[in-house]
C-alpha cells in the first residue's frame, strides 16, 4: 500500500523532474512551465484534491519551489522550509473538541470555564465552536470526566521549537526567527503543503555554463542506495550527469575532527564546555534559541561540508560545489553568506534521483573502491561519530582522553534537553555532540530508504574500507592552505 507520505513524495519528484528536464532542454519559459501545469494535472477529474484547480495550483506553487523560488504567498521568506497554502487549507481542525463520552453534567465547568463564549451546550454533549476558541485549555482542565481532548495539527507537533502556528484562516506560518530548516514538518503533514526550496536548476544551469560543478557527498550516502550501490557507483553516475568531480564529506570528518580535536583539549584545560559544528540544525536551534551559548561553548571549526568545499576551493576559486545529502537545513547552512566558501548548493539523496532520472542515468554496480575518509570520518553521520572521531584523533595525538565526559544529543528533543541545562549552567558533561535527528544523519528527514535498511547496506560497505587514521589520511590533503575556521582566519 502507499502511504500518503509516499504518495506525496513520488508526486513532488515527478513534478521536480519535469523542471529538471525543461532546464536541461533550454525550455523554462513560463510557456513550457505552464503547458507542465496542465500536462501534470490534466482534468477534468481531480486526481489527488478537491478539484483540478487546486491541484493545478499546487503544482504551480510545486515549480516555484522547484526552481528555487519562495511559494506566491511568501514573497519575502528567508526561509528554506515554505508552507503551500493551497494544499494546506484542509487541514484545520478544531484544536480543542468534547468526545462522545460528555455526560452533561449539571456542573456545565466546561461552559462556565470559556471567556470567550465558544463553549455551548448540546442535546447529547457540548460543543466548541472552533471560529470562537482561543486554544486556552481551560475547559478541558475544568472538565471532570476529561472528556475533551486537544488535537495538535501533526506539523507543529514535530516542531522542536515552536516555529509553527496557524493564521486566521489556519494556513500553517512558520515563525522563521525560530525556525530551524530541520525538515521534520515536510514529511510529518499529510496533505503534503510543507516543501523546500531546490536549488537542481542552478546546478543544472551551471553544468551547461561549462562550469567545474562539484559534487560532495555526505558520508551518510553510503547504504542510502542498497549494498550494490558503492561510493564509485555514485561517482560514475555523477561525472555521467555532468559533474566534474566527486569528493567524499567523510574527508571533511576527518579535518573537521583534527581541527576539533585540538579545539577540545584547550577547552578541556579551561574548564569551558563546548558543542560540535557538524549539525546545521543543531546550530540554527543554537543561534536562534541559545544566543549566549552559541557565542560561548559552539565549536569555532566549520562542518564537513565546508571543509570539503574550502579545499576545493582553495585548489580552484571558480568551482562550483554541491553537498548531497539527507539534510533540509544544510541547504540553509549553504545560504550563509557569513561563512566563506560554503558549499554553493545543498541537495538531498531524493534530489540526486530527480537529477539523474532527468538525464535518465542510474547507478550501476562498480568493482573498485573509492576511499577518501578513514572509517571514523565515515561514521561521522551516525550519533556519537562525530564524538568518536574527535576524541580517535586525542589518542592519536597521544593525549589521555580518560576523564572526558560527552553528552550525546540525538534527535531535536535531546539537543533541547541539553542545551537546556547548559545554559543553565547544569550540564555535568564537558561536551555535547548535537544531533537534531535520531540516530544522526542516517535518520535524516531526506532520507532514502529505512534506517534498518540504509544500516544493513551500510555496514556491508563500510566493511570494505581500510583502517587509515585519521591524522595520517589528512596529510594528503593542503590543511594548512585553507582556514578550518567560521570566520576564516588562519592560525
Known amino acids: 500500500m502507499i502511504t500518503n507520505d509516499k504518495m506525496f513524495i513520488s508526486f513532488k519528484h515527478k513534478v521536480l523532474e519535469n523542471v529538471c528536464r525543461l532546464a536541461w532542454e533550454d525550455k523554462l519559459d513560463e510557456d513550457h512551465l505552464d503547458a507542465l501545469v496542465y500536462e501534470l494535472i490534466p482534468g477534468p477529474k481531480p486526481q489527488y484534491r478537491c478539484c483540478v484547480y487546486k491541484e493545478r495550483e499546487v503544482v504551480s506553487q510545486r515549480i516555484r519551489l522547484a526552481r528555487g523560488k519562495n511559494t506566491s504567498a511568501n514573497p519575502d521568506s528567508n526561509n528554506v522550509v515554505q508552507v503551500i497554502q493551497a494544499a494546506c487549507d484542509q487541514c484545520p481542525i478544531s484544536s480543542y473538541t468534547v468526545t462522545d463520552n460528555c455526560r452533561l453534567c449539571l456542573g456545565k465547568a466546561c461552559y462556565s470555564s470559556c471567556q470567550f463564549g465558544a463553549v455551548s451546550i448540546g442535546d447529547k454533549r457540548s460543543t466548541i465552536d472552533p471560529n470562537k476558541c482561543r486554544e486556552c485549555g481551560k475547559c478541558a482542565q475544568a472538565c471532570p470526566y476529561g472528556v475533551i481532548v486537544h488535537l495538535v495539527r501533526p506539523c507543529k507537533k514535530v516542531c522542536p521549537v515552536g516555529a509553527i502556528s496557524f493564521d486566521d484562516n489556519g494556513f500553517c506560518v512558520i515563525d522563521e526567527s525560530k525556525c530551524i530548516n530541520c525538515g521534520h ?26 562550469k567545474k560543478v562539484i559534487a560532495m557527498c555526505a558520508p551518510s550516502v553510503e547504504g542510502q542506495f542498497g549494498e550494490e550501490v558503492s561510493l564509485r557507483s555514485i561517482k560514475n553516475a555523477l561525472l555521467k550527469t555532468g559533474f566534474s568531480d566527486m569528493v567524499e564529506v567523510g574527508l571533511g570528518g576527518d579535518i573537521t575532527a583534527a581541527f576539533e580535536s585540538a579545539e577540545w583539549a584547550e577547552a578541556k584545560k579551561e574548564g569551558r564546555k563546548m558543542t560540535t559544528s557538524c549539525c546545521p540544525a543543531f546550530i540554527n536551534m543554537l543561534r536562534k534559541n541559545y544566543p549566549e551559548q552559541y557565542k560561548e561553548n559552539m565549536s569555532e571549526i566549520v562542518s564537513p561540508m565546508c571543509a570539503v568545499s574550502r579545499y576545493l576551493k582553495c585548489s580552484d576559486p571558480d568551482c562550483i560545489t554541491v553537498f548531497i545529502g539527507p539534510c533540509i537545513a544544510k541547504k540553509s547552512e549553504t545560504l550563509d553568506k557569513s561563512v566563506k566558501d560554503n558549499a554553493d548548493y545543498a541537495i538531498t539523496f531524493g534530489e540526486l534521483q530527480v537529477l ?8 550501476e554496480p562498480a568493482e573498485d573502491i573509492y576511499q577518501e575518509a578513514s572509517v571514523f570520518g565515515k561514521r561521522f553521520a551516525s550519533a556519537g561519530g562525530v564524538a568518536n572521531a574527535v576524541i580517535e584523533c586525542m589518542k592519536e595525538r597521544g593525549e589521555d582522553t580518560s576523564d572526558i565526559t560527552l553528552y550525546k544529543a540525538t534527535g531535536a528533543l535531546e539537543c533541547k534537553k541539553a542545551l537546556a541545562l547548559l545554559k543553565a549552567g547544569k550540564l555535568k558533561e564537558d561536551f555535547i555532540e548535537g544531533m537534531a535527528c535520531i540516530d544522526g544523519c542516517v535518520g535524516g528527514p531526506s532520507n532514502h530508504r529505512a534506517p534498518a535498511e540504509i544500516n544493513k547496506a551500510r555496514e556491508k560497505l563500510l566493511g570494505t574500507a581500510d583502517s587509515r587514521s585519521i591524522l595520517k589520511n589528512i596529510e594528503a590533503y593542503p590543511v594548512d592552505k585553507f582556514s578550518m575556521y567560521r570566520d576564516g582566519h588562519m592560525e
Do not use: D, M, Q, W
Open 356 to 363: 539523474l532520472r532527468s538525464k535518465n542515468i542510474s547507478f
Open 185 to 210: 514538518c515536510i514529511h510529518s503533514c499529510p496533505f503534503g503543503a510543507i516543501s523546500s526550496k531546490t536549488y537542481l536548476i542552478h546546478i543544472i544551469e551551471a553544468i551547461k555554463a561549462g
